[in-house]
């Protein structure tokens, strides 16, 4: 999904890298991953890395990544049109199914026609498989689906399994399968390694679960500081949710939760569709080599109990989290502020870009 953002295609970006160099250490590596996985790698610029850079003595700061995703979109089942309008502009949708496979083949399912290479999963199983849709067909003739659907329509989509499946790795989808358009991602923002020099952020596992008060809003804070003479572009948050409006402050010279009722409102932003944004700034702030500075957000999402992305600790998960290098806090009013690491066990994902002073 993300090599066809960049068409004509420019590099063939590594797979394996996106497993060793993602901020999840676990026991098993083999076992797979949802979207949030390969968003975490991607937008804490550890990757992409073409194949030709890889190399298995290297970490993940030891590489070039060559390009930084600061924008992706996030779609679900009932969201038909607007996958069709991401497919369009922005290439690719990554998107989840359920493959009902023996012996990983779906030639042996009974949802799957091999003589039209078309596909529609209809039972209550959840997701267990990742494809891209890559086009669609407001015609493709009901009658094709190995089950009984009720209209004509199909997603075209890519799958992994090599050319020998569908017609050279591609197939249709119908409208109607149970789970396709769920947990779908479409990459709508990507930039050169060099539109920003510099990543503040503590949340590398990405986002986990989110944290609130029981209403649609709440503010959160993360606490940084300035490695150099930097000019603060841009804050970096997830939309957990459609229609989110978000407000950015800056705290300059920040020194205790006191000091976060002295914000500077310096940007504002709303999302019709849910995903994790890049939100610049108004006006670049000039950041003194050293300084303490709070980026705070104000975020509403209708019908949300709980609008502020996390990355946090699973008790009975393998995967470790580091949670000591981010200072975050979260508050219902704004005056009132609790630590995200003590409340939670986890860490605030909202990032910070910088460029250098004189860029």
């Not at 999904?1 to 676990?26: C, H, K, Q, T, W």
């Not at 003595?57 to 992706?72: F, I, T």
């Not at 309008?85 to 990554?94: D, E, M």
């Not at 804070?221 to 572009?233: P, R, V």
Request: with cysteine; glycine share 8%; hydrophobic share 35%.
């Amino acid at each position: 999904a993300l090599e066809s953002d960049v068409l004509p295609r420019e590099a063939d970006y590594d797979v394996d890298a996106m497993i060793r160099f993602n901020g999840e250490v676990s026991s098993n590596n083999n076992a797979g991953g949802a979207f949030t996985n390969a968003l975490a790698y991607l937008l804490s610029w550890n990757g992409p890395i073409n194949k030709s850079s890889s190399n298995i003595e290297l970490s993940g700061n030891d590489v070039d990544e060559v390009k930084h995703v600061q924008e992706a979109r996030f779609y679900t089942h009932n969201d038909r049109n607007d996958i069709k309008w991401a497919v369009y502009k922005y290439g690719g949708v990554s998107t989840s199914i359920y493959a009902n496979v023996a012996n990983s083949n779906l030639n042996s399912s009974n949802y799957y026609n091999m003589e039209t290479n078309a596909y529609c999963y209809n039972g209550a199983n959840g997701p267990n498989h990742e494809i891209t849709i890559i086009g669609w067909d407001d015609n493709y003739d009901a009658s094709n689906f190995g089950v009984e659907v009720p209209a004509n329509g199909a997603f075209i989509c890519q799958n992994s399994w090599g050319k020998s499946f569908g017609e050279s790795g591609v197939f249709y989808v119908s409208y109607y399968d149970t789970n396709i358009g769920s947990q779908a991602v479409s990459y709508s923002r990507i930039t050169s390694p060099n539109y920003y020099d510099n990543i503040y952020q503590c949340d590398l596992c990405g986002w986990k679960g989110q944290l609130g008060y029981g209403q649609s809003n709440a503010l959160a804070a993360n606490i940084y500081t300035a490695k150099a003479g930097e000019k603060l572009c841009a804050v970096g948050l997830y939309a957990i949710d459609k229609n989110a409006t978000v407000d950015v402050y800056l705290v300059r010279n920040y020194s205790d939760t006191d000091s976060l009722k002295e914000r500077e409102k310096v940007a504002s932003r709303t999302f019709d569709t849910a995903g994790y944004y890049t939100i610049e700034l108004d006006h670049p702030v000039e950041l003194q080599s050293g300084e303490q500075f709070a980026v705070v957000i104000d975020i509403r999402i209708p019908g949300a109990i709980r609008p502020v992305a996390i990355e946090y600790k699973v008790s009975d998960s393998d995967v470790s989290v580091e949670v000591d290098d981010g200072k975050g806090y979260i508050s219902r009013d704004g005056m009132n502020w609790e630590s995200v690491e003590e409340k939670a066990n986890g860490n605030l994902c909202l990032k910070a870009y910088t460029k250098n002073v004189g860029v």
